[in-house]
């Protein structure tokens, strides 16, 4: 039974009570509204309170108005919820943007992560707001799996990147999404690993490792700068930027230590402390140098980056071909074309490094912990015992003298 009395117009929608079989009335004003497809249906609006029941029977038939001449959107029905939230005392709800939310993320990462990283993470977000086009702009539980799935199509079929490079913008991209779920923002995760499956990615060639007599070879065609750095790489396994840019402040040849901080991590202020194997010793103490601890060890080098045609890795290429060592190259795609991989670079001392180590029988622990590879609760400031086995460790190397 309908109580008639307490019918209220509101347009199209109207409000009431029912009336139970027992003859109480409902405590809750119900609606009646016209839906998109013409049909008329009651719900409760759950409200005791009759003004606050007419303007949530409004909006309810705003938004089936809407829908059913195709102007509803996800943007324009937050805006009816907001109105009719507002105008009954309520909070309106936050809307937090795609665009804003993605942007953001990127923006904090600036303080903690390397700026290589960065730059990564905001080609990938970047990419994806510009596939989203004016959605970037929706509300971020508006953002899909299929949008994610689109993005990652385009990257495939019309920009043609390689399966692992497409894996990892999706990976990134998954992360500031991730954060969101946790923070209660979002309900499910649209790139999520369970729902965005990454590409197969093809068997490519293991990274290339220099041998002793490759080693001599670079050196004997090697000017006496880069001679140093190619002594360095191969007695520390340290990276390019890392040699190229070591003051002479960071050699104790008392102690017999190099100690730095290596430029991936130097956000976090970690720094490695490695023991110098004799034949490295032996070169240092053969090079000339100052009572000024700032001077470079390899000044022509130093604060040089390494792409580029005019970069350290462009010129250590150069190095290898005078010296008759190929860079066997691979392309990445599988068509034969496009973007390649080099298996010998600069970085191959690095992987040659941990190589010998492990061949001589240097347990992982250690290898880790002369690749600067240790977890960062791990203190970079080894006890004498420590930097006892990390010397014993590096002097099991093979000399190249």
Do not use: C
Not at 320 to 326: F, N, Q
């Amino acid at each position: 039974m309908l109580s008639v009395s307490h019918y209220f117009p509101t347009e199209m929608a109207t409000v009431f009570k029912k009336m139970n079989p027992n003859g109480q009335e409902s405590p809750f004003w119900y609606a009646s509204i016209k839906r998109a497809d013409g049909k008329w249906i009651k719900k409760s609006t759950k409200e005791s309170d009759r003004d606050k029941a007419v303007e949530i029977a409004l909006a309810w038939q705003q938004a089936e108005r809407e829908a059913s001449g195709g102007s509803l959107t996800h943007q324009r029905t937050l805006e009816i919820l907001n109105e009719t939230l507002r105008r009954t005392g309520e909070n309106a709800i936050e809307v937090i943007r795609a665009r804003q939310w993605l942007e953001d993320w990127v923006k904090g990462k600036e303080a903690t992560a390397a700026e290589s990283t960065v730059k990564e993470y905001r080609i990938a977000v970047n990419g994806f707001l510009k596939h989203l086009g004016e959605r970037a702009d929706l509300n971020l539980e508006a953002i899909r799996a299929g949008d994610v799935l689109e993005w990652r199509e385009m990257l495939r079929l019309v920009k043609k990147l390689n399966p692992t490079t497409i894996n990892n913008r999706v990976k990134i991209l998954r992360m500031p999404f991730e954060a969101a779920r946790e923070q209660g923002i979002l309900r499910v995760n649209p790139a999520s690993a369970k729902v965005i499956q990454p590409l197969q990615v093809k068997q490519r060639m293991e990274k290339g490792t220099f041998t002793g007599d490759q080693v001599k070879k670079l050196l004997s065609v090697a000017d006496p700068q880069w001679s140093g750095v190619i002594r360095l790489a191969f007695f520390t396994g340290a990276r390019l930027r890392d040699i190229t840019n070591l003051k002479w402040k960071s050699i104790d040849l008392d102690k017999g230590t190099i100690s730095f901080q290596p430029m991936k991590t130097a956000r976090s202020g970690k720094r490695i402390t490695l023991p110098i194997h004799p034949d490295l010793e032996k070169w240092l103490m053969e090079q000339p140098t100052t009572d000024d601890g700032e001077t470079f060890l390899f000044p022509d080098l130093a604060n040089r980056t390494t792409g580029g045609r005019k970069g350290l890795s462009y010129d250590f290429q150069k190095i290898m071909k005078e010296a008759g060592i190929d860079s066997e190259y691979e392309y990445l795609d599988a068509s034969g074309s496009g973007r390649q991989r080099i298996k010998l670079s600069f970085h191959s001392f690095r992987h040659a490094f941990t190589s010998m180590l492990a061949n001589a029988g240097v347990a992982q622990e250690i290898r880790q912990k002369l690749t600067g590879h240790s977890s960062a609760e791990m203190n970079a400031l080894y006890t004498h015992h420590e930097m006892e086995v990390l010397r014993e460790a590096t002097e099991k190397l093979p000399g190249i003298s």
